[in-house]
């Protein structure tokens, strides 16, 4: 199993900007996709964006999608997430997980919690108003 640490949260005024960074060690991280999520106080925890092993293809959540950028360096056994233009409604634990998914149908159920076997702890994201 690869092991995930999440960092780069923290206070930010409406507007601003983050860069989360989720760092792997463990295993070959180059194995494995990626994703990052998020639990607000109270709901369930949700999709942000999913980055393939490669770094190939990506996929976001509507409600992010053109203000956060996924990325990786699977030479720093590191993903991004870029967080612009951010909202009081993106206030949140940010997680990073990991998931190993072969086959024709890959990309099916990225956005799918129980998809991803390994979870980071979690970075708090406060967005103020």
């Known amino acids: 199993q690869v092991q995930l640490v999440e960092s780069g949260g923290g206070l930010v005024q409406a507007g601003g900007s983050l860069r989360l960074s989720c760092a792997a060690s463990?295993?070959?991280?180059?194995?494995?996709?990626m994703g990052w999520f998020r639990q607000a106080p109270g709901k369930e925890r949700e999709f942000v964006a999913f980055s393939r092993w490669s770094g190939g293809s990506t996929y976001y959540a509507d409600s992010v999608k053109g203000r956060f950028t996924i990325s990786r360096d699977n030479a720093k056994n590191t993903v991004y997430l870029q967080m612009n233009s951010l909202k009081p409604e993106d206030t949140g634990v940010y997680y990073c997980?990991?998931?190993?998914?072969?086959?024709?149908?890959?990309?099916?159920?990225?956005?799918?919690?129980?998809?991803?076997?390994?979870w980071g702890q979690g970075t708090q994201v406060t967005v103020s108003s």
């Open positions: 997980a990991a998931r190993t998914v072969d086959g024709s149908r890959w990309f099916v159920y990225v956005r799918s919690v129980s998809e991803y076997s390994t």
């Open positions: 463990g295993r070959t991280f180059s194995n494995y996709d």
